[in-house]
Protein backbone atom coordinates (compact mmCIF):
# COMPACT_ATOMS: atom_id res chain seq x y z
CA UNK A 1 0.00 0.00 0.00
CA UNK A 2 0.95 2.84 -0.93
CA UNK A 3 2.34 5.10 2.66
CA UNK A 4 1.19 8.16 1.96
CA UNK A 5 -2.09 7.08 1.54
CA UNK A 6 -1.73 4.29 4.86
CA UNK A 7 -1.00 7.83 6.91
CA UNK A 8 -3.41 9.45 5.00
CA UNK A 9 -6.55 6.74 6.29
CA UNK A 10 -4.82 6.36 9.87
CA UNK A 11 -5.01 10.04 10.41
CA UNK A 12 -8.64 10.28 8.95
CA UNK A 13 -9.55 7.64 10.90
CA UNK A 14 -11.35 8.28 14.77
CA UNK A 15 -12.37 6.22 17.81
CA UNK A 16 -16.11 5.31 17.57
CA UNK A 17 -17.77 2.74 19.07
CA UNK A 18 -18.93 -0.44 17.98
CA UNK A 19 -22.14 -1.76 17.64
CA UNK A 20 -20.83 -5.15 19.21
CA UNK A 21 -19.26 -3.37 22.02
CA UNK A 22 -15.87 -1.33 22.52
CA UNK A 23 -14.53 0.92 20.59
CA UNK A 24 -12.29 1.06 17.42
CA UNK A 25 -11.17 3.17 14.75
CA UNK A 26 -14.15 4.14 11.87
CA UNK A 27 -13.61 6.28 9.07
CA UNK A 28 -16.45 8.56 8.16
CA UNK A 29 -18.11 8.87 4.27
CA UNK A 30 -16.59 13.09 3.99
CA UNK A 31 -13.57 11.26 5.28
CA UNK A 32 -13.44 8.18 2.50
CA UNK A 33 -14.49 10.82 -0.40
CA UNK A 34 -11.90 13.52 0.83
CA UNK A 35 -9.09 10.55 0.37
CA UNK A 36 -10.45 9.56 -2.86
CA UNK A 37 -10.38 12.92 -4.09
CA UNK A 38 -6.73 13.59 -2.47
CA UNK A 39 -5.13 10.36 -4.09
CA UNK A 40 -7.10 9.93 -6.99
CA UNK A 41 -8.17 6.79 -5.79
CA UNK A 42 -12.40 5.15 -5.90
CA UNK A 43 -13.74 5.67 -2.76
CA UNK A 44 -14.32 1.89 -2.98
CA UNK A 45 -10.63 1.47 -2.87
CA UNK A 46 -10.27 3.79 -0.18
CA UNK A 47 -12.52 1.68 2.37
CA UNK A 48 -11.12 -1.79 1.42
CA UNK A 49 -7.51 -0.13 2.12
CA UNK A 50 -9.12 1.14 5.51
CA UNK A 51 -10.35 -2.21 6.43
CA UNK A 52 -7.02 -4.35 5.76
CA UNK A 53 -6.27 -1.19 8.76
CA UNK A 54 -8.55 -2.63 10.74
CA UNK A 55 -9.97 0.46 10.37
CA UNK A 56 -14.22 0.24 9.36
CA UNK A 57 -15.91 2.72 6.88
CA UNK A 58 -18.78 4.19 9.27
CA UNK A 59 -21.14 3.17 5.93
CA UNK A 60 -20.31 -0.91 6.97
CA UNK A 61 -20.40 -0.65 10.53
CA UNK A 62 -23.68 -2.08 10.67
CA UNK A 63 -23.00 -4.93 8.91
CA UNK A 64 -19.98 -6.11 10.11
CA UNK A 65 -21.09 -8.90 12.44
CA UNK A 66 -22.86 -10.05 8.91
CA UNK A 67 -20.17 -9.18 6.14
CA UNK A 68 -16.90 -10.06 7.77
CA UNK A 69 -14.13 -7.15 6.81
CA UNK A 70 -12.90 -9.93 4.69
CA UNK A 71 -15.38 -10.42 2.26
CA UNK A 72 -16.37 -6.70 2.17
CA UNK A 73 -12.76 -6.24 0.73
CA UNK A 74 -13.50 -8.72 -1.35
CA UNK A 75 -17.02 -7.10 -2.29
CA UNK A 76 -15.02 -3.76 -2.48
CA UNK A 77 -12.72 -4.68 -5.24
CA UNK A 78 -15.26 -6.85 -7.58
CA UNK A 79 -16.86 -6.05 -10.45
CA UNK A 80 -20.04 -7.23 -11.39
CA UNK A 81 -22.21 -6.48 -14.78
CA UNK A 82 -25.80 -5.90 -14.69
CA UNK A 83 -28.28 -5.97 -17.35
CA UNK A 84 -31.47 -3.78 -17.28
CA UNK A 85 -32.22 -0.92 -14.97
CA UNK A 86 -36.37 -1.76 -14.34
CA UNK A 87 -37.60 -3.50 -11.72
CA UNK A 88 -36.01 -5.98 -10.60
CA UNK A 89 -32.61 -3.85 -11.77
CA UNK A 90 -33.54 -0.65 -10.05
CA UNK A 91 -33.74 -3.12 -6.50
CA UNK A 92 -30.69 -4.64 -7.55
CA UNK A 93 -28.63 -1.88 -8.15
CA UNK A 94 -29.75 -0.01 -4.59
CA UNK A 95 -29.10 -3.27 -2.87
CA UNK A 96 -25.88 -4.01 -4.51
CA UNK A 97 -24.43 -0.18 -3.67
CA UNK A 98 -25.65 -0.40 -0.57
CA UNK A 99 -24.37 -3.87 0.24
CA UNK A 100 -20.57 -2.00 -1.15
CA UNK A 101 -20.00 -3.51 -4.73
CA UNK A 102 -17.08 -1.65 -5.59
CA UNK A 103 -17.52 -1.48 -9.19
CA UNK A 104 -21.09 -1.75 -11.52
CA UNK A 105 -21.53 -2.30 -14.90
CA UNK A 106 -25.03 -1.71 -16.15
CA UNK A 107 -26.99 -0.81 -19.27
CA UNK A 108 -30.17 -0.26 -20.39
CA UNK A 109 -31.49 2.09 -23.24
CA UNK A 110 -35.15 2.60 -21.33
CA UNK A 111 -36.67 5.83 -20.42
CA UNK A 112 -39.03 6.02 -17.36
CA UNK A 113 -42.67 5.93 -18.00
CA UNK A 114 -45.59 6.38 -15.56
CA UNK A 115 -47.00 2.78 -16.08
CA UNK A 116 -43.12 1.68 -14.09
CA UNK A 117 -44.37 3.95 -11.06
CA UNK A 118 -45.80 0.17 -9.89
CA UNK A 119 -42.65 -1.33 -9.02
CA UNK A 120 -39.21 0.21 -10.30
CA UNK A 121 -37.52 2.15 -7.44
CA UNK A 122 -35.60 4.41 -9.95
CA UNK A 123 -39.23 5.40 -11.52
CA UNK A 124 -40.46 9.06 -9.91
CA UNK A 125 -43.42 11.17 -11.37
CA UNK A 126 -40.13 14.13 -11.66
CA UNK A 127 -38.41 11.58 -13.37
CA UNK A 128 -40.58 10.85 -15.92
CA UNK A 129 -38.91 10.50 -19.60
CA UNK A 130 -35.29 10.69 -18.06
CA UNK A 131 -33.04 7.36 -19.07
CA UNK A 132 -32.50 4.24 -16.71
CA UNK A 133 -29.03 4.67 -17.21
CA UNK A 134 -29.42 8.72 -16.06
CA UNK A 135 -31.82 7.65 -13.13
CA UNK A 136 -29.13 5.33 -12.05
CA UNK A 137 -26.23 7.67 -11.51
CA UNK A 138 -28.25 10.09 -9.72
CA UNK A 139 -29.69 7.39 -7.57
CA UNK A 140 -25.60 6.30 -7.25
CA UNK A 141 -24.15 9.22 -6.35
CA UNK A 142 -26.94 9.87 -3.45
CA UNK A 143 -26.80 6.91 -1.49
CA UNK A 144 -22.60 5.24 -2.43
CA UNK A 145 -20.48 7.61 -4.45
CA UNK A 146 -17.60 5.50 -3.29
CA UNK A 147 -18.92 2.71 -6.17
CA UNK A 148 -17.75 3.31 -9.46
CA UNK A 149 -20.98 2.98 -11.75
CA UNK A 150 -20.36 2.46 -15.62
CA UNK A 151 -23.61 2.95 -17.64
CA UNK A 152 -24.58 1.99 -20.94
CA UNK A 153 -27.69 3.63 -22.41
CA UNK A 154 -28.25 1.44 -24.55
CA UNK A 155 -30.22 -2.55 -25.34
CA UNK A 156 -27.49 -5.00 -25.34
CA UNK A 157 -27.73 -7.36 -28.10
CA UNK A 158 -25.54 -11.03 -28.89
CA UNK A 159 -23.23 -8.80 -30.44
CA UNK A 160 -22.58 -6.11 -27.62
CA UNK A 161 -22.80 -8.74 -24.94
CA UNK A 162 -19.59 -10.19 -24.97
CA UNK A 163 -17.68 -7.22 -24.59
CA UNK A 164 -19.80 -5.49 -21.98
CA UNK A 165 -18.82 -8.92 -19.83
CA UNK A 166 -15.26 -8.36 -20.29
CA UNK A 167 -14.13 -8.02 -16.70
CA UNK A 168 -16.43 -8.90 -14.96
CA UNK A 169 -16.76 -11.09 -11.84
CA UNK A 170 -20.54 -12.41 -12.71
CA UNK A 171 -23.20 -11.25 -14.33
CA UNK A 172 -26.69 -10.30 -13.35
CA UNK A 173 -29.95 -11.04 -15.73
CA UNK A 174 -32.27 -8.37 -14.57
CA UNK A 175 -34.04 -8.22 -17.93
CA UNK A 176 -37.55 -7.65 -18.82
CA UNK A 177 -39.00 -10.84 -21.02
CA UNK A 178 -38.01 -13.50 -22.47
CA UNK A 179 -36.55 -12.58 -26.10
CA UNK A 180 -32.58 -11.49 -24.53
CA UNK A 181 -32.22 -13.73 -21.85
CA UNK A 182 -31.70 -16.98 -23.67
CA UNK A 183 -28.57 -14.68 -25.52
CA UNK A 184 -27.40 -13.31 -22.12
CA UNK A 185 -26.87 -16.66 -20.91
CA UNK A 186 -24.93 -18.36 -23.54
CA UNK A 187 -22.71 -14.41 -23.40
CA UNK A 188 -22.17 -15.33 -19.52
CA UNK A 189 -21.10 -19.02 -20.67
CA UNK A 190 -18.60 -17.72 -23.50
CA UNK A 191 -17.12 -15.43 -20.67
CA UNK A 192 -17.00 -18.53 -17.99
CA UNK A 193 -18.55 -16.61 -15.21
CA UNK A 194 -21.66 -17.31 -13.12
CA UNK A 195 -25.37 -15.89 -14.25
CA UNK A 196 -27.68 -14.64 -11.90
CA UNK A 197 -31.17 -14.70 -12.75
CA UNK A 198 -34.75 -14.15 -12.07
CA UNK A 199 -38.01 -13.40 -13.28
CA UNK A 200 -41.73 -13.20 -12.80
CA UNK A 201 -45.26 -12.60 -13.41
CA UNK A 202 -48.05 -11.72 -11.22
CA UNK A 203 -47.08 -12.85 -7.48
CA UNK A 204 -45.00 -15.80 -9.01
CA UNK A 205 -41.22 -15.34 -9.42
CA UNK A 206 -38.31 -17.62 -9.74
CA UNK A 207 -34.40 -16.69 -8.90
CA UNK A 208 -31.62 -19.44 -10.10
CA UNK A 209 -27.30 -19.28 -10.70
CA UNK A 210 -26.60 -20.59 -14.22
CA UNK A 211 -22.87 -21.97 -13.78
CA UNK A 212 -21.12 -21.62 -17.56
CA UNK A 213 -22.31 -24.59 -19.24
CA UNK A 214 -25.54 -25.69 -17.00
CA UNK A 215 -28.96 -25.47 -18.10
CA UNK A 216 -30.93 -22.56 -16.31
CA UNK A 217 -34.56 -20.88 -16.75
CA UNK A 218 -33.94 -19.58 -20.12
CA UNK A 219 -33.26 -23.06 -21.72
CA UNK A 220 -36.97 -23.45 -20.53
CA UNK A 221 -38.78 -20.63 -20.59
CA UNK A 222 -38.65 -20.10 -24.48
CA UNK A 223 -38.30 -16.30 -25.84
CA UNK A 224 -42.05 -15.49 -26.45
CA UNK A 225 -42.82 -13.16 -23.58
CA UNK A 226 -44.46 -14.53 -20.78
CA UNK A 227 -47.48 -14.33 -18.27
CA UNK A 228 -46.33 -10.77 -17.17
CA UNK A 229 -47.99 -9.66 -20.25
CA UNK A 230 -51.25 -10.19 -18.89
CA UNK A 231 -50.02 -10.47 -14.89
CA UNK A 232 -47.74 -7.52 -14.81
CA UNK A 233 -45.35 -7.64 -11.71
CA UNK A 234 -46.32 -6.08 -8.59
CA UNK A 235 -43.43 -4.59 -6.62
CA UNK A 236 -43.61 -7.15 -3.34
CA UNK A 237 -42.61 -9.83 -6.12
CA UNK A 238 -40.23 -7.70 -7.76
CA UNK A 239 -38.51 -6.90 -4.40
CA UNK A 240 -38.91 -10.49 -3.46
CA UNK A 241 -36.83 -11.60 -6.61
CA UNK A 242 -34.06 -8.61 -6.45
CA UNK A 243 -33.53 -9.38 -2.79
CA UNK A 244 -32.72 -12.96 -3.49
CA UNK A 245 -30.90 -11.66 -6.54
CA UNK A 246 -28.90 -9.72 -4.21
CA UNK A 247 -27.62 -12.33 -2.14
CA UNK A 248 -27.26 -14.86 -4.54
CA UNK A 249 -24.66 -12.07 -5.73
CA UNK A 250 -23.06 -12.00 -2.44
CA UNK A 251 -23.16 -15.43 -1.99
CA UNK A 252 -21.24 -16.18 -5.59
CA UNK A 253 -18.15 -13.38 -4.29
CA UNK A 254 -17.65 -14.37 -1.01
CA UNK A 255 -18.17 -17.99 -1.65
CA UNK A 256 -20.47 -20.32 -2.93
CA UNK A 257 -23.84 -19.88 -4.50
CA UNK A 258 -26.83 -21.71 -3.08
CA UNK A 259 -28.65 -21.94 -6.13
CA UNK A 260 -26.52 -22.90 -8.70
CA UNK A 261 -28.13 -25.49 -11.10
CA UNK A 262 -31.25 -24.95 -9.15
CA UNK A 263 -34.26 -22.58 -9.35
CA UNK A 264 -36.08 -21.06 -6.61
CA UNK A 265 -39.85 -20.77 -7.34
CA UNK A 266 -41.74 -18.63 -5.24
CA UNK A 267 -45.25 -17.32 -4.91
CA UNK A 268 -46.86 -14.36 -2.87
CA UNK A 269 -50.74 -15.64 -2.95
CA UNK A 270 -49.88 -18.74 -1.66
CA UNK A 271 -46.55 -18.11 -0.02
CA UNK A 272 -45.11 -21.28 -1.66
CA UNK A 273 -41.19 -21.38 -1.98
CA UNK A 274 -39.49 -24.47 -3.74
CA UNK A 275 -36.42 -24.92 -4.54
CA UNK A 276 -36.41 -27.04 -7.71
CA UNK A 277 -33.14 -28.97 -9.04
CA UNK A 278 -32.85 -28.39 -13.08
CA UNK B 1 -54.48 -40.00 -0.84
CA UNK B 2 -54.19 -38.17 -3.88
CA UNK B 3 -51.65 -35.61 -5.04
CA UNK B 4 -50.56 -32.01 -4.14
CA UNK B 5 -50.63 -29.65 -7.18
CA UNK B 6 -48.84 -26.11 -7.28
CA UNK B 7 -49.62 -24.49 -10.39
CA UNK B 8 -48.11 -20.48 -10.96
CA UNK B 9 -48.59 -17.59 -12.61
CA UNK B 10 -51.33 -17.48 -15.30
CA UNK B 11 -51.22 -21.52 -14.74
CA UNK B 12 -52.73 -20.86 -11.19
CA UNK B 13 -56.67 -20.18 -12.77
CA UNK B 14 -56.56 -23.92 -13.72
CA UNK B 15 -55.98 -25.04 -10.04
CA UNK B 16 -58.86 -27.35 -8.63
CA UNK B 17 -60.72 -26.77 -5.40
CA UNK B 18 -59.12 -30.24 -4.45
CA UNK B 19 -55.28 -28.87 -5.52
CA UNK B 20 -54.29 -29.98 -2.21
CA UNK B 21 -55.37 -33.60 -2.57
CA UNK B 22 -55.81 -34.45 -6.20
CA UNK B 23 -57.41 -38.00 -6.95
CA UNK B 24 -55.26 -39.63 -9.50
CA UNK B 25 -55.74 -42.76 -11.35
CA UNK B 26 -53.56 -45.44 -12.50
CA UNK B 27 -50.69 -44.54 -14.63
CA UNK B 28 -51.64 -41.29 -14.64
CA UNK B 29 -48.56 -38.96 -16.33
CA UNK B 30 -48.22 -34.98 -16.25
CA UNK B 31 -49.76 -35.03 -19.75
CA UNK B 32 -52.80 -36.86 -18.70
CA UNK B 33 -53.48 -34.49 -15.53
CA UNK B 34 -52.94 -31.25 -17.72
CA UNK B 35 -55.25 -32.23 -20.13
CA UNK B 36 -57.89 -33.42 -16.99
CA UNK B 37 -57.49 -29.53 -15.70
CA UNK B 38 -58.14 -27.97 -19.34
CA UNK B 39 -54.34 -26.47 -18.96
CA UNK B 40 -53.04 -26.08 -23.01
CA UNK B 41 -49.65 -27.98 -23.14
CA UNK B 42 -47.66 -25.80 -24.80
CA UNK B 43 -48.56 -22.84 -21.75
CA UNK B 44 -46.41 -25.62 -19.27
CA UNK B 45 -42.37 -25.03 -19.35
CA UNK B 46 -41.46 -26.47 -16.41
CA UNK B 47 -42.71 -28.99 -14.87
CA UNK B 48 -41.65 -30.37 -11.41
CA UNK B 49 -42.56 -32.91 -9.34
CA UNK B 50 -41.05 -33.42 -5.77
CA UNK B 51 -38.96 -30.81 -6.82
CA UNK B 52 -37.47 -32.37 -9.61
CA UNK B 53 -37.66 -30.92 -12.70
CA UNK B 54 -39.87 -33.60 -14.89
CA UNK B 55 -41.64 -33.63 -18.01
CA UNK B 56 -44.76 -34.17 -19.42
CA UNK B 57 -44.35 -37.89 -19.39
CA UNK B 58 -43.40 -38.70 -16.61
CA UNK B 59 -45.60 -40.80 -14.15
CA UNK B 60 -47.19 -39.30 -11.19
CA UNK B 61 -47.98 -41.19 -8.12
CA UNK B 62 -50.00 -40.89 -4.65
CA UNK B 63 -48.33 -38.54 -2.54
CA UNK B 64 -46.13 -36.35 -5.16
CA UNK B 65 -45.87 -32.76 -4.95
CA UNK B 66 -46.50 -31.50 -9.08
CA UNK B 67 -45.64 -27.87 -9.83
CA UNK B 68 -46.51 -26.77 -13.17
CA UNK B 69 -45.03 -23.28 -14.29
CA UNK B 70 -45.76 -21.53 -17.70
CA UNK B 71 -43.08 -18.70 -19.34
CA UNK B 72 -42.61 -16.24 -16.89
CA UNK B 73 -39.89 -13.63 -17.79
CA UNK B 74 -40.97 -10.58 -16.40
CA UNK B 75 -38.47 -7.39 -14.76
Same mark, same amino acid.
Given at each position: ?????????????????????????????????????????????????????????????????????????????????????????????????????????????????????????????????????????????????????????????????????????????????????????????????????????????????????????????????????????????????????????????????????????????????????? | ? @? $??? #??????????????? *??? /?????????????? @? $??? #??????????????? *??? /?????????????? @??
Amino acid at each position: MDDALKDGILAAAHPGSLPWGGTGLVLDVEQVADLAARHDVPGCEIEALALELDVTPTRYLRNRQSVSPKDQILLLRSRVAQVGLGGLGGALLEQLLRLGVGTLRTADGDIFEASNLNRQSLSTLSGLGRGKTRAAKLRAAEINPSATLETRPEFLTPETLPKFLEGCTVVVDALGGLTMRGHLQKAAAAASIPLVTGALAGWTGYVAVVMPGQIGPADLMGTDNGGEELLGCPAPAVNLAASLMASEVFNILTGQPTLAGKMLVTDLRSHTFETVSL | M @G $IEI #KSFATLAKYLPENGQ *DYP /IEPGETVRSLITKL @G $IPE #KDVTLVFINALRSSL *DSE /IADGDRVGLFPPVG @GG
